[in-house]
C-alpha cells in the first residue's frame, strides 16, 4: 500500500513540471513574438530629421572676390659680375661664395708686372719730350731776338716755331700715355661694385684672363624680383603698386608681400603672356636668387552672382551637389559651380535654384535621399520680465 502512493506522487509530479514547461514556453514564444512585432514596428516608420535655421541657408546674390594667381622665379633686382679690364694671371681673390663685400672693397688682383713696366716706359717718353719742348721753346726765344735784328729770315723763324709746336704735342700725348698706363694698373684690382653677397667666383689664383673675362658675380639680396607671366587678358586688370600675396616654396605658412613694379609692354612670342615684375623687400635677406614663389593679386570684386556657402556645396563621383528639403523630405539637387571666394566662403552656383529653397549650409553624414525633414521654427518668444523686482545687493 505504501509503494502505491509513493509511485502516484511522482507521477503526479512529473505531470506537474511538464505542465509548468509547456506554459513557460508559451509565455516565451508570445513575448518574442510581440518584441518582434514592436521592431517591425518601428522600422516601418522612420524618425524625420529635424534642421535649425543657423543648419540651412538660401541662394542669395553676393559680389566675389576675384584673385590672379602668379607664379615664378625670383632674382635679385641688383646684381653685376665684375670682368677683367686687363689681361694677365690672377695674382689674389679674397672673396668667395656666400662672402659679404661692401662697394670698393678690392676681389681680385691681376699680376702687374708687365703693367709697371709699360707705366715706366710711357714715364720716360714723358719726360724726353718735356726735354725737346724746353730746348724749342729756348731756341724759339732766341731766333725771336734774331729776327728783330735780321740775323736771321722769317722762314728760320717760323720752323723754329713750328719745332716748339710739335714738341708741346709730343709732351702732351707722352702725358696721356702714363695716364692710359696707370689706369691700366689701377684696372689690375677689381672692385665691388655694390654691396652684397659673392653669388660666384669664376677663376681661381694662378689663371690666365684675358680681357672681358668673368672674375666675380656679386648680388644684392634686399630687394628680391618676381618674373610672373600673365595671360593677356589679364593685364587690363593689373596696373604698377598693386599688392601681392605669396608663399615661397620652403618657407612653409610664412607668407611674403610685394608690389607690382613693371608691367612688359609685349607678350611673349608663343605664348600670349606678359611678364610682370613684382619686388618683394627682403630685409632679413631669406629670400635668395633662384627661389620659386607662388601667390595671388586682388583685382577688383565681380557683379553680384548667386552665390551659397562653401560648405553646402558637396562634391562625390565627379557630380557637385547640394542637400536641399523639398516637400518634406531631402532632396539632392546637382549644380554648377563658377568662382569661389575664399575670403567670404561662399561659391558661385550657376545652376537656377527657387530663391526659397532650403539648402543644408552644414555637412552632415549618413544622408539618404527622401528621408523625412524638418525645419524647426526658430524660437521668437522672447524671455518674459520677473513681476517681483529684484533687490539690489548694497
Not at 552665390?307 to 557637385?320: D, F, M, N, Y
Request: glycine share 8%; no cysteine.
Amino acid at each position: 500500500m505504501g509503494l502505491r502512493i509513493t509511485r502516484r506522487r511522482v507521477v503526479v509530479a512529473l505531470v506537474a513540471v511538464l505542465v509548468a514547461g509547456g506554459l513557460s514556453a508559451a509565455i516565451g514564444m508570445r513575448i518574442a513574438k510581440k518584441a518582434q512585432e514592436g521592431k517591425d514596428g518601428d522600422k516601418g516608420a522612420p524618425v524625420a530629421l529635424e534642421f535649425g535655421p543657423a543648419d540651412l541657408a538660401v541662394v542669395e546674390a553676393s559680389a566675389l572676390a576675384r584673385f590672379l594667381p602668379v607664379s615664378g622665379t625670383m632674382q635679385p633686382v641688383r646684381q653685376a659680375t665684375v670682368k677683367a679690364k686687363v689681361s694677365g694671371d690672377v695674382r689674389q681673390i679674397t672673396v668667395r661664395e656666400g662672402d659679404a663685400v661692401a662697394a670698393g672693397q678690392m676681389l681680385v688682383r691681376v699680376d702687374t708686372a708687365d703693367l709697371d713696366a709699360r707705366l715706366i716706359e710711357r714715364q720716360g717718353q714723358l719726360e724726353s719730350a718735356k726735354a725737346q719742348l724746353a730746348l724749342a721753346e729756348k731756341t724759339l726765344a732766341t731766333n725771336q731776338k734774331l729776327l728783330k735784328q735780321n740775323f736771321i729770315s722769317q722762314n728760320a723763324f717760323d720752323n723754329a716755331e713750328s719745332t716748339r709746336n710739335v714738341s708741346r704735342g709730343s709732351v702732351m700725348s707722352a702725358e696721356a700715355q702714363v695716364r692710359l698706363a696707370q689706369n691700366a694698373l689701377k684696372d689690375a684690382v677689381a672692385t665691388a661694385p655694390l654691396t652684397g653677397i659673392v653669388a660666384k667666383r669664376h677663376v681661381q689664383p694662378g689663371e690666365k684672363v684675358a680681357f672681358d673675362t668673368p672674375l666675380v658675380t656679386v648680388v644684392d639680396l634686399n630687394e628680391i624680383e618676381l618674373q610672373a607671366l600673365v595671360p593677356a587678358v589679364d593685364i587690363p586688370e593689373l596696373k604698377p603698386g598693386m599688392s601681392v600675396d605669396l608663399t615661397v616654396d620652403g618657407f612653409g605658412e610664412r607668407r611674403f608681400t610685394g608690389r607690382i613694379e613693371r608691367i612688359s609692354p609685349a607678350t611673349e612670342p608663343g605664348t600670349r603672356a606678359i611678364h610682370v615684375f613684382v619686388g618683394i623687400p627682403n630685409p632679413d635677406r631669406a629670400l635668395r636668387g633662384g627661389m620659386f614663389a607662388t601667390g595671388r593679386i586682388a583685382l577688383a570684386a565681380s557683379a553680384p552672382v548667386q552665390s551659397l556657402p562653401a560648405a553646402a556645396v558637396r562634391s562625390e563621383g565627379g557630380q557637385t551637389f547640394v542637400w536641399a528639403i523639398e516637400d518634406g523630405k531631402l532632396v539632392r539637387r546637382m549644380v554648377v559651380t563658377g568662382r569661389r571666394d575664399e575670403e567670404s566662403g561662399r561659391v558661385e552656383i550657376k545652376t537656377a535654384l527657387p530663391a526659397t529653397l532650403k539648402v543644408l549650409a552644414a555637412r552632415f553624414e549618413n544622408l539618404k535621399e527622401g528621408a523625412p525633414a524638418l525645419v524647426k521654427a526658430p524660437d521668437a518668444t522672447p524671455p518674459k520680465a520677473s513681476a517681483t523686482p529684484v533687490p539690489a545687493v548694497s
